[in-house]
């Protein structure tokens, strides 16, 4: 797998030189207008390579959103330890408008958001089947960022009025030159939910139904899995259930033979249950996870340490909670200990956790039984199956046991409207404050409670 993803520097190289091999005859500028960036049909897809690139940065899907929501609903089952201020302060629930890391992830996602904005306004430019490919992909890359952005920024899906509250700026169109006009207000969650479905479901419709062999690129059924995810978190299950069952179903994609498979990035068994992941190699990339959640032996600062109390939540038979390793009399998770290992951001594993939750909760039995769904999990961990009538307690606590350390710790906390420790899901520590930079420099933003 890792041989095969290393394709994606090497076309990007290769397009870059393709794209600048014209004039030799140059020259020098501060900046391109738009019309010369985005000349031709190769410029197009030379932008859309960056969009993966921005959307892979280590403070956006390359690890920023997934740690920040690991941390800021931790109840101390990890400790940090880290020597930087502003990983410490999510941690502890004490952020202040000045945290440098929430500024760059802010700052690195609408990077990539201008980037797909970008190819979308250059559409005219494919020919056949690209223009569909092209759109697909840019859409989910939009959309999937807006996703992000929104569960950090803005209050939970039904916390409240979605139409009222606030989340971050809607900006659908590339931004060139920095004027008045382009310093847009905050956005409704609604609003930005809607883009989201909106951006995802076209995905869903123009992208390929194969998904061929590299996963660092958007497919059919990344989009419709990330819906999914998506209806979740909405409380719309039957649309949950019915997206993530066709992912199932389709075919495509299977559960892995072990656990530990899923994350060892030079087995086949990565390829065959991710269905979306960023890129990195020793050349490019940037896999933040292994950063901060793996000691110095792995490539990474040793900063995200496991405590016992998350080791307890396992049984003692099941493999899932010995996935762990030890440097310095610590505990780390294995989940990330590849320094120049793809970041996996959708696997298989939880669309059969989303349709086990929803069968059971409409009282349905689309695709399988919810007994099933999670005695399919437990077979491919290894661990025992469970003797007791299954129950949502025990599907909830399931999926907490599969996709711990994976980013999905803060939505699941705010859906089941969970407290993290003392506080409330719907506490404003546990939303992130708009970035102070950025109200100094856009008067129409305003600012998140509590700040």
């Known amino acids: 797998m890792k041989i095969k993803m290393k ?5 990007f190289m290769m397009l870059f030189v393709i794209s600048c091999d014209k004039e030799l005859d140059i020259k020098p500028t501060q900046s391109i207008d738009q019309e010369s960036a985005l000349a031709t049909a190769q410029d ?3 932008t859309l390579i960056g969009s993966y690139d921005g959307m892979g940065d280590g403070d956006v899907y390359g690890g920023g959103f997934a740690f920040t929501s690991e941390l800021l609903a931790d109840e101390r089952e990890v400790l940090f330890g880290g020597t930087f201020s502003a990983m410490d302060e999510i941690w502890n629930k004490a952020l202040t408008a000045g945290n440098a890391q929430i500024l760059s992830t802010w700052r690195d996602a609408y990077i990539a958001i201008n980037r797909a904005n970008n190819v979308l306004s250059a559409l005219s430019k494919l020919t056949g089947d690209d223009v569909k490919k092209v759109e697909g992909e840019a859409r989910f890359i939009r959309g999937s960022v807006y996703f992000g952005l929104v569960g950090l920024f803005g209050k939970a899906w039904g916390d409240g009025d979605n139409n009222a509250n606030l989340a971050v700026p809607l900006v659908t169109a590339p931004t060139r030159s920095v004027t008045d006009q382009d310093n847009k207000p905050r956005a409704s969650v609604a609003a930005i939910y809607a883009q989201v479905i909106e951006d995802i479901s076209k995905a869903a419709e123009l992208l390929p139904a194969d998904p061929g062999e590299n996963r660092a ?19 719309n299950f039957a649309a949950a259930r019915d997206a993530a069952n066709k992912v199932i179903t389709g075919g495509k994609f299977e559960l892995a033979s072990s656990f530990a498979e899923v ?12 269905l979306f992941g960023t890129f990195v190699n020793e050349q490019d990339g940037v ?7 793996a000691p110095a032996a792995f490539g990474g600062r040793g900063d995200v340490r496991v405590q016992n109390k998350h080791i307890a939540l396992y049984d003692a038979a099941d493999p899932r909670g010995k996935f762990f390793n030890t440097a310095s009399n610590r505990l780390f998770t294995n989940k990330h200990a590849d320094q120049f290992g793809d970041v996996p951001l959708i696997r298989l594993a939880e669309m059969y956790l989303i349709r086990a939750e929803t069968n059971f909760r409409l009282n349905t039995k689309i695709g399988a039984q919810p007994s099933e769904d999670i005695a ?10 469970l003797s007791a009538a299954i129950t949502l307690e025990r599907i909830l606590a399931e999926r907490r046991l599969e996709l711990a350390f994976e980013g999905l710790l803060l939505s699941d906390v705010k859906r089941l409207k969970r407290n993290v420790g003392t506080l409330p899901f719907s506490d404003p520590k546990l939303v992130c404050p708009i970035p102070q930079r950025e109200i100094d420099t856009n008067k129409s933003l305003t600012q998140n409670p509590g700040y």
Not at 218 to 234: E, F
Not at 269 to 274: K, L, N
């Open 376 to 385: 399919a999990i437990r077979t491919r961990a290894g661990a025992p199956q």
């Open 263 to 274: 994350f060892d990035d030079q087995s086949g068994g990565y390829g065959s249950e991710v």
């Open 217 to 235: 690129f958007a497919s059919k059924d990344a989009a419709t899995a990330l819906l999914a995810r998506i209806y979740l978190i909405q409380g």
């Open 287 to 293: 896999n933040s996870m292994n950063t901060y959640y």
């Open 7 to 11: 394709k994606l520097a090497y076309i």
């Open 44 to 46: 197009v897809k030379v």
